[in-house]
C-alpha cells in the first residue's frame, strides 16, 4: 500500500506540528537561502528532465525558487485549486541539494498559501522511496493512494515519449539550421 503526503494548513502555526529534524532544516536553510516568486524557465534550469514539465504556466500555478548567492538552488511549482493546492514538479541544482532548498520552498509555500485561505498543500506520493521519505518528513498527515487504471499509466508513458522525442527532433532540427548558415 502507497501513501500520499499533504500539509494541513490549520489556524495552527505550521513550524511546530513538523518533526524535529525538519523543523531545524527549514531553519538553517532559511540563514543560507533567498525565496522568491520564479518563472518556468528557471524550473527549467534545474528540472532532470524538462520534457516532464508543462509549456507554459496556467493562471492557477506559481513557481517558487530558492537562491543562494544569486543561484538558483531549488524551484517547485504549485496548482492552485478551490480549496486545496497541489505539488506539482520540483527542480534541485545538483550543487546544492545539501542545502535543503525544497524543504524551505514547500514550508514558504505552506505559510504563503494559508494566508490565501487554502486548506491543504497535497504532495501527492511516490514509488521511490528517497521522494516518498521526503513528502513524509514535511507532511503534516497522510492518505492511502488509489492504484491508477492500467490504461491511464500507459498513455502517460506515451506521452512523455512522444514529448521527448519531439523535444529531441527539434533540438537536432535547430543543431542543423545553425549548422547550414
Known amino acids: ?7 494541513d494548513l490549520t489556524d495552527d502555526p505550521l513550524l511546530p506540528r513538523l518533526p524535529r529534524k525538519t523543523r531545524n ?15 518556468l524557465d528557471e524550473l527549467k534550469q534545474i ?19 530558492a537562491e543562494h548567492n544569486g543561484t538558483i538552488t531549488s524551484a517547485i511549482l ?4 478551490i480549496e486545496k493546492a497541489v505539488y506539482r514538479y520540483a527542480g534541485n541544482h545538483p550543487k546544492y541539494t545539501h542545502m535543503n532548498g525544497n524543504t524551505l520552498l514547500l ?21 521511490k ?4 521519505d521526503f513528502k513524509r518528513r514535511i507532511s503534516t498527515s497522510n492518505y492511502v493512494l488509489k492504484p491508477k487504471p ?17 523535444q529531441q527532433y527539434a533540438d537536432n532540427l535547430l543543431e542543423v539550421q545553425a549548422y547550414e548558415f
Open 1 to 7: 500500500m502507497r501513501f500520499g503526503y499533504r500539509i
Open 25 to 39: 532544516i527549514i531553519r538553517s536553510s532559511t540563514k543560507k537561502l533567498n525565496t522568491r516568486n520564479g518563472t
Open 47 to 65: 528540472h532532470w528532465n524538462p520534457a516532464y514539465l508543462p509549456s507554459k504556466l496556467n493562471k492557477n500555478q506559481f513557481i517558487k525558487i
Open 78 to 81: 504549485i496548482e492552485l485549486n
Open 107 to 127: 514550508y514558504t509555500a505552506a505559510n504563503e498559501l494559508k494566508t490565501r485561505g487554502i486548506k491543504t498543500l497535497d504532495l501527492g506520493g511516490s514509488k
Open 129 to 132: 522511496k528517497n521522494i516518498a
Open 150 to 166: 492500467w490504461i491511464v499509466v500507459l498513455v502517460k508513458k506515451i506521452w512523455y515519449h512522444l514529448k521527448k522525442a519531439h
